[in-house]
Every structure is written in C-alpha cells, then in structure tokens.
C-alpha cells in the first residue's frame, strides 16, 4: 500500500466516523438487514453528536458556575 492509498484509507475513516461519509456496510454481523445497518449507523452518529453536546454543555455549565462564584 502506497502513502498516497494509507493517507486516502485515513481521510475516508474520520470522515465516516465524522457522519461526512456513509458507513461501510457491516461484516462483522451479516444478520443485519439493510435498514437495520443504516439506522445502525445513524443512531451511533446522533449518538456520538449528543455526547458531544453534552460535553459541550457540561464545560459551559462548570465555566457560569465559575465566573458567578458558585463553584470556589
């Protein structure tokens, strides 16, 4: 595998797991149908934006609860 192909693989695998590229369909489970994958990969995509969210919302929380001097 040449860099150029390496680079390629990397870039296509942030974008999936990003949610910019469709998820390669599943082989490690072949029970899955069809929509069964897509709704799969959807619900770990808004699954992993809500942990960010949430993530997001908690350092707000600690960085109000800073300045207002309701953490010491």
Not at 11 to 26: I, M, T
Not at 35 to 57: A, F, M, S, T, Y
Request: aromatic share 4%.
């Amino acid at each position: 595998m040449t860099a150029r192909q390496t680079i390629q693989n990397w870039v296509a695998e942030a974008d999936r797991s990003e949610g910019r590229r469709a998820a390669k369909p599943a082989t490690a489970d072949p029970s899955l149908t069809a929509p069964e994958r897509d709704e799969l990969v959807r619900l770990r995509r808004e699954n992993r934006q809500l942990k960010g969210e949430r993530d997001i919302l908690s350092r707000a929380t600690a960085w109000f609860a800073k300045e207002t001097g309701v953490l010491p």
